[in-house]
């Protein structure tokens, strides 16, 4: 599957040799360009295949609310995850009202972006790689799993002896099995041991984020395994 093409735009260097250090650690995209204004943002969008642009919207040049309308006119087929400040709610209102995918109110943890980008390649491969006629369940179980990939931090606040750092781990690992997994095979993989796997995946399903189903032996008791809900 050919990588996802993303554009960095944002005036501050460092914040864009950040972006593109967090960039190289999720797999599936690959860095295309850079654009330190809104100028330079349109000439790049005009020259190449851009699938996902990583814009401050309060880029000089660009426009705000206005500029991001703009480009999702001029280019329907590239999407827009918003890095910038929280504190004018009519301007995080405008961009979710104007099709952006995402926003990350900046200072962002790794783990808040890793989950907007993973959340978006779901989106993105489930739209783009469709050929046959969408079934009502088929698209709800895409949209759900966009949304549900989005929330790395658990619904619930984590209970004491559940670490966040560790839950989001399993979390991620989960978003990456195509299969259920147990939680002897979690614990191998994450290098930590069967019990507190089995507590932070038991965590993940009191918050109706993990299904359990049972894979039943010959001899012995049945495994219980885990996988993200749909």
């Given at each position: ?103 990350l109110i900046k200072p962002f ?78 614990g191998n993989k994450l290098k ?39």
């Amino acid at each position: 599957m050919p990588s996802l093409a993303v554009l960095i735009a944002d005036e501050d260097p460092m914040l864009r040799a950040l972006y593109a250090d967090y960039l190289k650690s999720v797999p599936g995209y690959a860095l295309a360009a850079e654009a330190d204004s809104g100028g330079a943002l349109d000439s790049v969008l005009r020259a190449q295949v851009i699938d996902l642009v990583l814009l401050d919207i309060f880029l000089k040049g660009f426009g705000q609310v206005e500029g991001l309308r703009r480009t999702r006119a001029l280019y329907p087929r590239v999407d827009l995850i918003v890095l910038s400040e929280g504190k004018d709610p009519d301007v995080v209102r405008g961009a979710l009202c104007q099709g952006a995918f995402d926003y990350l109110i900046k200072p962002f943890t790794f783990q808040r972006f890793k989950a907007a980008l993973e959340a978006y390649r779901i989106y993105n491969l489930g739209l783009t790689q469709r050929k046959a006629a969408w079934q009502q369940e088929e698209l709800d179980c895409l949209v759900r799993s966009s949304m549900r990939a989005r929330t790395v931090c658990p619904v619930l606040v984590p209970p004491k002896g559940v670490q966040v750092k560790l839950l989001n781990d399993v979390m991620s690992l989960l978003h990456t099995l195509d299969k259920p997994v147990s939680a002897a095979d979690l614990g191998n993989k994450l290098k930590i041991s069967r019990p507190t796997a089995r507590r932070y995946l038991e965590h993940l399903v009191d918050s109706g984020v993990v299904e359990v189903e049972y894979a039943f032996r010959r001899v012995g008791r049945p495994v219980k395994l885990y996988r993200l809900k749909i």
